[in-house]
Structure formats: C-alpha cells, structure tokens
C-alpha cells in the first residue's frame, strides 16, 4: 500500500491512462481527487468509492486558472493537503501548421501546457516534503508525425518544464518527472486520424492503460525517490516505429 494517507490529483482522470492512475493509486490507499472537465469523472470516483476508496470529482477546465485552483482546495479542505499530482489531461489537434487558426494552437497550449504551470504553482504549497509530480508526455516530444505539431511542441515544452521545475523543487524535497506514452489503448488513440489513416504506424506496440498507471505510479511512489527531473519512456518500443 504506498500511498496509504496520500492525497493524489489527477487531471483528466475521468477516462483513459488518467482513470487507471486514479483506481491504481486508489486501490494502494491513496485519496483521490479527479479533476475532469467530462463527467465521466464523476463515474470514476463513484467506482473508486464503491469498493472502498476514497476519491472525489471536481468538474475542472484544467485551463483555467480559478477552476484548477477550487479543485486543488476541494482536496485541501477534505484531506488537509495534497501529496501527489499527476497532469494527464490533454487533446490533439490534426490540421497543418498553415492551416491551423492561431485559436487552435493556443488551445492546445492552454490545456497541455498552461494546464502543468497551473496544477504545479498552486499545487506546491499545500505539498509537504516528499511530495511527488507526474507529468504525462508523449513520444511525440521525441519523435512525432504530420499534422500533430501543436500536441508535440506541447509534450516537448511540458518535459522542458519538467527538467527546469525539479531545480526549484529540490529544497522543497519534492520530485517532478514525466512519463512519455506511445500508443495506448483509449479513445484518443482510436480517433486519431493518423491511425485510421495509416500516416502513424501503431502495429505491435499498443499498451493498456493500466500499463502506464503502473509507471506513474512508480515514479509518485517512494521506490523512485532518487529520481527526479527526467522522462521515462513507456512505449513498447514505438519509437523505433515512429
């Protein structure tokens, strides 16, 4: 049970890579906060609930600074403090660069990016030492096809943020890192008209969400005390397809 007593948040919990963080780190004694801008979230804590955990959902808009700062109180004012932050929430666009109106690439931005600044500033310091954040990336950030430029320019920004952030981390002896996913199993990756097209190759490296639960809860855990500032890669060796 590591995180007996811990109070977690979990951005775009509701469904995804994001719901099986929430009911594994739930199911090893974590209290969960799930901040969903989809009800769906509101499903995931009433599973978590229903067979013994301890979980609420606060409708957030992961983009907005007062949204994020009311759900990150919601777990304050329930269980004192927050432990643990997992900024999973995102979204794709899939127009050319030349094409894209300039309100899509902010968007993109607000919710992939500005979402991480938010969660982590007004996060921190109902965080005491030991504390730990997860930040989801993508293989994208590495290795990337046509159309997705605003998702990885994103990903690449947010493991940036990761390695600057966890300098200013160190005398708090709080951890950040980031988990880098390939191609998972969720809605995202089916809608994906890369995939149904062809134009991004999946064949034979398709994880389950579950898969990346287990790596973000390894890096929120205590075992990964020595790391910090650095991205695991959890892609079934998709990037030697990409």
Request: aromatic share 6%.
């Amino acid at each position: 049970m590591r995180f007996t007593d811990k109070v977690c948040i979990v951005s775009g919990g509701g469904s995804g890579i994001g719901k099986a963080t929430c009911v594994r780190l739930a199911s090893e004694g974590g209290k969960v906060i799930i901040a969903d801008i989809n009800e769906d979230g509101a499903q995931t804590a009433q599973e978590i609930t229903g067979t013994g955990g301890a979980a609420i959902f606060v409708k957030t808009d992961v983009s907005n600074s007062a949204q994020v700062q009311a759900a990150i109180q919601a777990g304050v004012d329930r269980w004192g403090k927050i432990d643990i932050v997992v900024n999973d929430a995102a979204m794709m666009t899939f127009v050319p660069i030349v094409d894209l109106p300039e309100a899509a690439w902010e968007h993109v931005m607000a919710v992939n990016l500005r979402s991480v600044f938010l969660m982590c500033k007004y996060a921190v310091p109902h965080m005491p030492p030991g504390g730990a954040i997860v930040n989801i990336s993508s293989v994208h950030a590495h290795e990337t096809t046509v159309n997705v430029v605003p998702y990885a320019t994103s990903k690449g920004g947010m493991e940036a943020f990761t390695r600057g952030f966890s300098e200013e981390l160190e005398d708090r002896k709080i951890r950040i890192n980031s988990v880098a996913p390939g191609a998972v199993d969720t809605p995202m990756l089916w809608n994906n008209p890369n995939v149904k097209s062809g134009k991004e190759k999946i064949a034979g490296a398709i994880g389950k969400p579950a898969d990346l639960a287990a790596a973000i809860c390894f890096l929120a855990s205590d075992e990964a005390r020595f790391i910090t500032g650095t991205t695991l890669v959890v892609d079934g060796g998709r990037l030697d397809i990409l």
